[in-house]
């Protein structure tokens, strides 16, 4: 058990570094565990790698050797693992100009119990500062500098970010739940998978639903605030002299500019109040003698008196 966790480290080796070792580990004896890789890569330019390595615990030996492995697992192989992924990350690096750097490495082991047997359960993790170039249009690969292997019963998982749609991808996956996936055996070419992800474009009938649901919302505020608003209060009533003064004096300075005279219809129309109000006022200012009504067939001609005050100067 100890040997074939040691040749799972291996197996991952090879994975990340280079195809080179791949007839190595194609001629090996495939032991009975599966490993899963997935990468779930941010739109800054990130990758954050959960590698779970799985094996069944058939005897009472092969649970001693894994508990062995997980109590040397701080000290020995998680070491190993961050030391990988750093030469992982300084050859693509190297290869792309790009600055990459490995951080937030974690290592795990536990049994799990499952109604298909026991399970010895290594989980490795770590954060690839840099395995992609953040742009608008990104492309997955290029940290992939010397191709890989994945080995039978192994899975790639590739997760995309948020917002964005894939473009290409090559190979093609064999699957596209909870991301891209490839299963082994598979050799992957220089650069490869390749994935080139563009932004999602936001759909003009989410634009539109989200328009009129605003409509609907606003409506129903301004329904609201309408039937929560006090009723007005009537607006008091005006004053009627004060009125009826600027009626007059409206109708004077009309007059005045008319050259002292109007027709009591020519008024009415100049002036776009109702006859009976004209003619009320007209009244008025006639009975105070401030005007003299002239009766011209069958209209009134309206003419200042003599006396009619002028108009004070602004």
Do not use: C
Not at 35 to 50: E, P
Not at 86 to 107: D, L, Y
Not at 171 to 199: C, I, K, M, N, Y
């Amino acid at each position: 058990m100890r040997r074939v966790l040691r040749w799972a480290l291996l197996v991952l080796l090879v994975f990340l570094l280079s195809a080179a070792l791949t007839g190595t580990a194609a001629a090996a004896e495939v032991p009975d565990y599966s490993i899963t890789y997935t990468v779930t890569v941010a739109d800054d330019g990130s990758a954050f790698w959960h590698v779970e390595y799985r094996t069944l615990l058939r005897t009472a030996a092969d649970v001693a050797d894994f508990e062995a492995y997980a109590a040397d697992l701080a000290e020995v192989y998680l070491p190993e693992f961050r030391g990988l992924m750093e030469r992982s990350a300084a050859q693509a690096a190297a290869a792309t100009g790009r600055s990459m750097a490995i951080g937030s490495v974690t290592g795990n082991a536990v049994i799990q119990e499952s109604p298909t047997g026991r399970y010895g359960v290594v989980l490795y993790t770590a954060l690839w500062e840099g395995f992609v170039r953040p742009a608008a249009t990104i492309t997955i690969g290029d940290a992939f500098t010397g191709g890989m292997y994945l080995d039978r019963g192994n899975t790639l998982v590739i997760r995309i970010p948020d917002g964005y749609t894939v473009a290409q991808v090559s190979p093609d996956a064999d699957a596209t739940r909870d991301g891209l996936v490839w299963s082994g055996p598979q050799l992957f070419g220089a650069g490869e998978p390749r994935v080139v992800l563009e932004p999602q474009a936001f759909p003009l009938v989410y634009a539109a639903a989200g328009l009129v649901v605003l409509f609907i919302i606003g409506g129903a505020v301004a329904v609201r605030r309408r039937s929560s608003a006090p009723a007005p209060s009537p607006d008091p009533a005006p004053d009627a002299g004060t009125g009826a003064a600027s009626l007059e004096d409206r109708i004077v300075h009309l007059l005045k500019s008319q050259g002292g005279e109007l027709f009591q219809s020519d008024i009415v129309r100049m002036t776009a109040l109702p006859r009976s109000t004209v003619s009320t006022v007209l009244n008025d200012i006639h009975a105070r003698g401030m005007i003299v009504k002239i009766r011209k067939g069958r209209e009134n001609l309206i003419r200042l008196a003599a006396d009619a005050p002028a108009d004070e100067e602004q």
